[in-house]
């Protein structure tokens, strides 16, 4: 909340503010941009553009004038520490009033930036078979072990989101927060721990960007992403209305493969929740979009979930007509289990036939 202009304390931190140097006065300025206002010296040196001793250096100095106060450290211990609340308001101001814009967008880039190498050196740590490593930090700014990363990736998450969120809010950094995004939905499912909300919340992100760069392509992939996560959880309403958005926004892009994906999920979805007549509907129109690009795996196995549609309908000439078409592309693909599995469900539909059902 803002500081009345009486506030003693406000007196004596100008007094106090105007003996800093120069370089401690600027990053005191510049850590509100700081997700939450906590930061250690790889957030700090990258606000400021200072090598990390530096940095390590200036947020002590600071700490011992009683201008930061002290956190927990961070995973491998490197000392954190957060911007007075009461302080912030004028530290803002001062910002605003010093600070050129440019230097101040810099800074927001920089730490972007910084946390994306942050991530995925986090993510090289925890599977370093998935792909290339990045070029490794400064030696004070770098994760040591797997074990390291994880707890880094985990105590930090809440300031990681934060800043993805922030970031959004400025339009000629959304490239950056893109990059961040992407990195974080490759990290932190590695860590064994990663909420749903999370990477909810980061796809709603993406869609968030993605809407506004008006990329149709971008915003169906974070729909099915986002729809994905309800099925998961069996939100099964909410993940139709997903799909259903996903297909809209497919079909703007003309991305076929999205919007037969989107068919896909919306059919399961409406299967579940026991309308076998709309089920078999969407599947049917998925299974002409992939019949159409050639994608046989796909044919297959949309053909017998056409056919499961039908039988929940008590349709079983239908069914068996199905299930048989599938057979005959899994013949082809040599797909002997996929074989196996239909032909278990061409005998069950038999017996319940046979059986009255």
Do not use: K
């Amino acid at each position: 909340m803002p500081v009345p202009d009486n506030d003693p304390l406000i007196g004596a931190f100008t007094l106090l503010y105007g003996t800093l140097p120069p370089a401690q006065a600027r990053m005191l300025r510049t850590l509100t941009l700081a997700p939450a206002q906590i930061a250690d010296l790889r957030t700090a040196s990258a606000l400021v553009g200072c090598p990390a001793p530096e940095a390590a250096a200036a947020l002590a100095a600071l700490a011992g004038h009683e201008l930061l106060g002290e956190e927990p450290p961070a995973a491998d211990g490197t000392p954190r520490y957060r911007v007075p609340g009461r302080l912030h308001p004028r530290l803002v101001q001062l910002r605003e009033a010093v600070d050129r814009p440019t230097e101040t967008e810099l800074a927001r880039a920089r730490l972007l930036e910084r946390l994306v190498r942050l991530v995925d050196s986090a993510r090289a740590l925890l599977d370093p078979a998935g792909g290339p490593a990045p070029e490794p930090l400064p030696g004070p700014l770098r994760l040591r072990s797997a074990v390291q990363a994880r707890q880094w990736l985990l105590g930090e998450r809440d300031l990681l989101l934060g800043a993805v969120a922030d970031a959004i809010g400025q339009g000629d950094l959304d490239g950056s927060a893109g990059r961040l995004v992407t990195a974080l939905l490759r990290a932190l499912p590695l860590t064994g721990a990663a909420a749903p909300a999370d990477l909810h919340q980061l796809h709603e992100l993406v869609l968030r960007v993605a809407e506004r760069h008006g990329a149709p392509r971008r915003a169906a992939a974070a729909l099915l992403n986002l729809a994905d996560l309800h099925v998961a959880a069996g939100h099964w309403e909410q993940a139709a209305e997903r799909f259903r958005a996903a297909l809209e926004a497919a079909r703007e892009a003309a991305d076929e493969p999205a919007c037969a994906r989107a068919l896909e999920g919306a059919a399961g979805c409406h299967r579940a929740l026991g309308d076998a007549v709309r089920a078999a509907d969407a599947y049917g129109r998925a299974l002409a979009l992939r019949q159409t690009l050639g994608d046989q795996p796909a044919e297959a196995r949309l053909l017998a979930r056409v056919a499961e549609a039908h039988v929940a309908q008590r349709r079983f000439e239908e069914a068996e007509r199905e299930y048989r078409a599938s057979l005959a592309v899994l013949r082809r693909l040599g797909d002997e289990q996929g074989r196996a599995a239909v032909t278990a469900a061409v005998q069950r539909l038999r017996e319940q036939v046979d059986g009255g059902w």
